[in-house]
C-alpha cells in the first residue's frame, strides 16, 4: 500500500498513524492502485463492482463539524439519504472508526459539458432552492463534484455539506 492513493491531509494523517490499518487489511481488493478511480481534497475513491464505488475519507469533514462531531457513519448515511435526489445516496457503510469512514455509493455518469442541458441546469436550481429552504449548502457545488444519476443531475460529493447558519 502506498500513501499516493491518499491526497487529502486528514486522510493522509490518518492512513501515516495506523487509524486505517484494520481497514486495509479487511478491504485490500478494493483499496488499491489498480482499482483507484480519483483522489479528490476530501476523498479517495476506487472501484468497488460495476454499478458502485467505494469511497474513503477522514471523519474530520465539514459535515460532522456542523452536522454532529458524534454522529455515526449511519447517522451520516441516513441523513443524505433523506436529501435524495439531490444528494447520490450511500448504499451502506463499509467501515468506520473515529478516524475515517468508507462507504459505498452508486457510480453515475460524472456532468461534463457532454451531458449538460436545460434538464441538468434546472435540476441545478432546484438543488440550490432544496439546499437553501433545508438551511445548507455544500462547499464545492463545481462540475466536478455532479454527476447524472437516474436521469437526474446530483452531487456525488458532500462532504462541505453544512449549515449556512449553525444553532445557537
Same mark, same amino acid.
Given at each position: 500500500?502506498?500513501?499516493?492513493? *491518499?491526497? $487529502? ?5 490518518? /492512513? ?6 484494520? =481497514? ?23 472501484? /468497488?463492482? +460495476? ?6 475519507? $477522514?471523519?474530520?469533514?465539514?459535515? =460532522?463539524?456542523?452536522? $454532529?462531531?458524534? +454522529? ?14 439531490? =444528494? ?25 459539458? $457532454? ?14 432552492? *432544496? ?10 457545488? +463545481? ?5 447524472? /444519476?437516474?436521469?437526474? +443531475?446530483?452531487? *456525488? ?12
Amino acid at each position: 500500500m502506498t500513501e499516493k492513493l *491518499f491526497k $487529502s491531509i486528514e486522510i493522509l494523517k490518518v /492512513y501515516k498513524t495506523g487509524g486505517m490499518d484494520e =481497514f486495509l487489511k479487511l478491504h485490500r481488493k478494493y483499496v488499491n492502485e489498480n482499482n483507484l478511480i480519483s483522489i479528490g481534497g476530501d476523498a479517495t475513491v476506487f472501484n /468497488y463492482d +460495476a454499478d458502485n464505488v467505494l469511497k474513503v475519507c $477522514s471523519k474530520d469533514i465539514r459535515y =460532522f463539524d456542523h452536522f $454532529s462531531q458524534t +454522529a455515526s457513519g449511519e447517522d451520516f448515511a441516513t441523513h443524505i439519504n433523506q436529501m435524495a435526489p439531490y =444528494f447520490l445516496p450511500i448504499k451502506k457503510i463499509l467501515y468506520e472508526n473515529g478516524e475515517m469512514i468508507a462507504y459505498v455509493q452508486p457510480r453515475c455518469q460524472i456532468l461534463d459539458k $457532454s451531458n449538460i442541458d436545460k434538464n441538468v441546469l434546472l435540476d441545478v436550481f432546484e438543488f440550490v432552492r *432544496f439546499m437553501l429552504k433545508n438551511n445548507c449548502i455544500v462547499t464545492d457545488l +463545481a462540475p466536478h463534484n455532479w454527476g447524472i /444519476y437516474n436521469g437526474k +443531475a446530483t452531487v *456525488f460529493d458532500y462532504h462541505g455539506l453544512h449549515q449556512l447558519k449553525r444553532p445557537d
